[in-house]
């Protein structure tokens, strides 16, 4: 139980370090993601071509021109990096700290972004 209590505390910095904008960068551990990158995430977002999903990653929803694939694909990189070193932390499975990070990242989306759901469909968050 305390170790469960842990990760969910990791998850929900690491969320935040994953999600949260300050200043205008998007921090992650031991490195910083340009704004430029991390607007275009966050414009593919708010125009419904990439969204949530329940295992912790970005996903496109429509059809991405390489450069919004390549913003996709790092992002979902730096995720991976920062669920690898807290599950490490952790003595847990990457895959656990995704999926309750992505309980979160999903709360904190704005209405109108796009979620995956349990059926595989993608629906704009209420």
């Known amino acids: 139980m305390a170790q469960m209590k842990t990760l969910i505390m990791s998850v929900l910095g690491g969320a935040a ?3 949260g904008v300050v200043a205008g960068t998007t921090l992650l551990p031991d490195m910083l993601v340009a704004s430029a990158q991390a607007q275009t995430a966050d414009d593919l977002k708010d125009q419904g071509k990439i969204g949530e999903t329940a295992e ?3 996903a496109a929803v429509t059809t991405l021109t390489s450069s919004e694939q390549a913003a996709m694909d790092e992002i979902n990189a ?3 990096t920062v669920y690898t070193r807290l599950a490490r932390e952790q003595g847990v499975s990457v895959s656990d700290v995704a999926k309750l990070t ?3 990242l999903v709360a904190k989306a704005p209405s109108g972004h796009m979620i995956r759901d349990g059926f595989g469909a993608w629906v704009p968050k209420p």
């Open 78 to 80: 730096k995720r991976k």
């Open 102 to 104: 992505a309980e979160k």
């Open 56 to 58: 912790g990653y970005l």
């Open 17 to 19: 370090l994953i999600g």
